[in-house]
């Protein structure tokens, strides 16, 4: 497997909790630096939440900070994003990467859509 696995994104209320998981087969997810991005609509895509695979500091922007928290489980190869409180402002296209931006692999993306 080349491209991770995502799911459990979905429609939720505002303040709602969602938890994203990326499956990682055939990788040695320790040794990778982990992230999630989003892309709403009409906008860049935007680093969410990463921690490096060096000395696992970890990354979180201002408009999530508190409230999403990014953790993976290297025994079952798989990441993920734990989402709470969440709002509207939240709603884009979710994508998990293992590597880095430029040069690692990335999922196919999954919707999270968050209702007033």
């Known amino acids: 497997q080349l491209q991770p696995v995502e799911s459990g994104g979905g429609l939720v209320q505002s303040g709602g909790s969602l938890r994203l998981s990326c499956a990682a087969s055939?990788?040695?997810?320790?040794?990778?630096?982990i992230g999630w991005f989003r892309q709403a609509p009409g906008k860049e895509r935007e680093g969410v939440s990463c921690?490096?695979?060096?000395?696992?500091?970890?990354y979180y922007s201002d408009s999530v900070k508190g409230r999403f928290t990014i953790s993976r489980d290297n025994a079952n190869n798989t990441m993920y994003l734990q989402m709470n409180s969440l709002k509207p402002e939240d709603t884009a296209v979710y994508y998990c990467?293992?590597?880095?931006?430029?040069?690692?692999?990335w999922g196919q993306g999954t919707q999270v859509t968050v209702s007033s």
């Open positions: 990467n293992m590597g880095g931006a430029a040069l690692g692999y």
């Open positions: 055939g990788f040695t997810l320790d040794a990778y630096t």
């Open positions: 921690t490096s695979s060096l000395d696992r500091s970890t």
